[in-house]
Nanobody
Framework: QVQLVESGGGLVQAGGSLRVSCAAS????????MGWFRQAPGKEREFVAA????????VYADSVKGRFTISRDNAKNTVYLQMNSLKPEDTAVYYC????????????????????WGQGTQVTVSS
């Protein structure tokens, strides 16, 4: 079992920045990759970014490429999502998730490929 806890969400004006974190505990050695997903009201949960633990290979959704950066601190078992140039359409609950086995670039973007999920943190961007 792996437990994930997100933090760092909040309210920010458009054009601003915010960093959310995801701390993992439990059987962390079994983790292969961590992903960030988000869900806005009335919409499906969508992929944002993913990173592999060992090689730090990263994948981004086109909508956040160039604005968001995912990184990890192996010593702290924590993954970060630095969000810059935020837009009102980035408003959502942000969830982190992890999977234990190898995944292709395509699979890293699928929420069904992740096993453990955090409870989410709200990010609100005002216009």
């Amino acid at each position: 079992q792996v437990q994930l806890v997100e933090s760092g969400g909040g309210l920010v004006q458009a054009g601003g920045s915010l960093r959310v974190s995801c701390a993992a505990s439990g059987r962390t050695l079994s983790m292969y990759a961590m992903g960030w997903f988000r869900q806005a009201p009335g919409k499906e949960r969508e992929f944002v970014a993913a990173i592999t633990w060992s090689t730090a290979y990263t994948v981004y959704a086109d909508s956040v490429k160039g604005r968001f950066t995912i990184s990890r601190d192996n010593a702290k078992n924590t993954v970060y999502l630095q969000m810059n140039s935020l837009k009102p359409e980035d408003t959502a609950v942000y969830y982190c998730a992890t999977r234990r086995s190898f995944a292709t670039k395509y699979e890293l973007q699928l929420r069904t490929e992740y096993t453990y999920w955090g409870q989410g943190t709200q990010v609100t961007v005002s216009s």
